[in-house]
T-cell receptor, first 118, second 109 residues
């Protein structure tokens, strides 16, 4: 099956610093990648949809200047949390849609990144 | 608005059968997914239904009724490792996944 990697898996940073999370599709090309955030005991919340070579589409309530997304290639998308604060502490998950997965648009998920802002 | 409902928590016994229900109201429908998520991990794909009926895959089966906006995930011969959250998600008319809040399944010996 298709594999998506995410790096780092865990990060602890000080308030005010920026953190970059990478999402890579390892064995397929993903023209579309998604970034989710999940707080404890809650469901996945879509933050933005990232299309290769174009600007990301952000969901309502998600600050695009705070959560910078870059999808420079068909296998890599990055999410940068700028000037992170304790309330940004969460589990961030990326997924990639394999356009050639057949007759449905399955999303393959990365393992997630646990961000803790002190 | 778009809405997906599933029970918050269910408890079942090892070796038994459990059915997790999901009802949805979305703008358009391009399929329904079930994912399994263990604590602290990303979701893993279990099933996809786009036509009415039952899809069976080993111990897991998923059912869809589009006219009723209803799906269920059936888990047979429950094992302790099946303790996890089960997420129902619908692909809407824009091919965006709309997620339910998940059902936490607790398996008891």
């Amino acid at each position: 099956g298709a594999v998506v990697s995410q790096h780092p898996s865990r990060v602890i940073c000080k308030s005010g610093t920026s953190v970059k999370i990478e999402c890579r599709s390892l064995d397929f090309q993903a023209t579309t990648m998604f970034w989710y955030r999940q707080f404890p005991k809650q469901s996945l919340m879509l933050m933005a949809t990232s299309n290769e070579g174009s600007k990301a589409t952000y969901e309502q309530g998600v600050e695009k200047d705070k959560f910078l997304i870059n999808h420079a290639s068909l296998t890599l998308s990055t999410l940068t949390v700028t000037s992170a604060h304790p309330e940004d502490s969460s589990f961030y998950i990326c997924s990639a849609r394999a356009e050639t997965s057949g007759d449905y648009n399955e999303q393959f998920f990365g393992p997630g990144t646990r961000l803790t802002v002190l | 608005g778009q809405n997906i409902d599933q029970p918050t928590e269910m408890t079942a016994t090892e070796g038994a059968i459990v059915q997790i229900n999901c009802t949805y109201q979305t703008s358009g429908f391009n399929g329904l997914f079930w994912y399994q998520q263990h604590a602290g991990e990303a979701p893993t794909f279990l099933s996809y239904n786009v036509l009415d009926g039952l899809e069976e895959k080993g111990r897991f089966s998923s059912f869809l009724s589009r006219s009723k906006g209803y799906s269920y995930l059936l888990l047979k011969e429950l094992q302790m490792k099946d303790s996890a959250s089960y997420l129902c998600a619908v692909l809407d008319s824009n091919y965006q996944l709309i997620w339910g809040a998940g059902t936490k399944l607790i398996i008891k010996p």
